[in-house]
């Protein structure tokens, strides 16, 4: 389900500022054509719905970024 537009008061929302030089992890499908895809269909936890944003699923480990890609399967096999 989208989530839907923000309240219009977001400073009780949570904030994380990361050091500039850590690096991020992204797994991206080879369907979506290229690595510079970003989410906007609504079936991610936080995809924008304007229709002309997307959403870049990022994480701080690898296996985060797999998660983040295939999070809807069961099982991973190693």
């Known amino acids: 389900m989208p989530l839907g537009q923000p ?3 977001l400073s009780r929302f949570p904030e ?3 050091p500039a ?3 991020l992890y992204r797994v991206y ?3 979506r054509g290229s690595p510079w895809w970003f989410s906007g269909s609504g079936g991610g936890r936080f995809d924008l719905l304007d229709g002309v944003h997307g959403t870049c699923y990022v994480a701080a ?3 985060g ?3 983040e890609t ?3 399967l069961a099982a991973i096999s190693e």
Request: proline share 19%; no cysteine; aromatic share 4%.
């Open 7 to 9: 309240p219009a008061d």
């Open 16 to 18: 994380y500022l990361l």
């Open 21 to 23: 030089r850590r690096p």
């Open 29 to 31: 499908r080879p369907d």
């Open 61 to 63: 480990a690898p296996i």
């Open 65 to 67: 970024a797999v998660v």
């Open 70 to 72: 295939l999070g809807r």
